[in-house]
T-cell receptor, first 113, second 112 residues
């Protein structure tokens, strides 16, 4: 089954520092991969997606992710953290059937002044 | 206009009651979903409907019954509510296959 593992349930960075959130996938076929963000008491918003086009994917709010097949990774980065980036981040992979997303356990990002 | 809307946003009810959560999408998508987010924020697929047809039915108690009257609506009915059903339930939609899913704001269900 397609699955993702997010390393680190909590990540803390200083405002202006690099953000790096890790995601590794397990897939028997070329995967569709996603990063979603969830702000408190809100739904999930898509940050970016990989659908087998360019391996470096740019998303909203200055985030990007690189698909590395050799490392089975899809890590999320942002050069400079803002206070407003504090949220829960989820990596997800499309299921075998293509009719669902399988989510990682999430990483809570804390941004300190 | 909200793309995927759920009602109610909050639902507090007693054990044993029956309740429904409604979901509507105005994106013209073919596929709709229900996800459950537990207290540790883990998101798990419950049901997936494509063109009103049930595609995915994960190991969910049969007290949970989805109903899709048309492509734009997917409601979730829960019978005999239990304490363990307390969670946030998210509705979502996408085109036929999941290239991007749009989520509603969630319904926080609390069973007391």
């Amino acid at each position: 089954a397609q699955s993702v593992t997010q390393l680190g349930s909590h990540v803390s960075v200083s405002e202006g520092a690099l953000v790096l959130l890790r995601c590794n996938y397990s897939s028997s076929v070329p995967p569709y991969l996603f990063w979603y963000v969830q702000y408190p008491n809100q739904g999930l918003q898509l940050l970016l997606k990989y659908t087998s086009a360019a391996t470096l994917v740019k998303g909203i709010n200055g985030f990007e992710a690189e698909f590395k097949k050799s490392e089975t990774s899809f890590h999320l980065t942002k050069p400079s953290a803002h206070m407003s980036d504090a949220a829960e981040y989820f990596c997800a992979v499309s299921s075998n059937s293509g009719y669902a997303l399988n989510f990682g356990k999430g990483t809570s990002l804390l941004v300190t002044p | 206009d909200t793309a995927v809307s759920q009602t109610p946003k909050y639902l507090v009810t007693q054990m044993g009651n029956d309740k429904s959560i409604k979901c509507e999408q105005n994106l013209g998508h073919d596929t709709m979903y229900w996800y459950k987010q537990d207290s540790k924020k883990f998101l798990k697929i419950m049901f997936s409907y494509n063109n009103k047809e049930l595609i995915i039915n994960e190991t969910v108690p049969n007290r949970f019954s989805p109903k899709s009257p048309d492509k734009a609506h997917l409601n979730l009915h829960i019978n005999s509510l239990e304490l363990g059903d307390s969670a946030v339930y998210f509705c979502a939609s996408s085109q036929e296959l999941v290239t991007e899913a749009f989520f509603g704001q969630g319904t926080r269900l609390t069973v007391v």
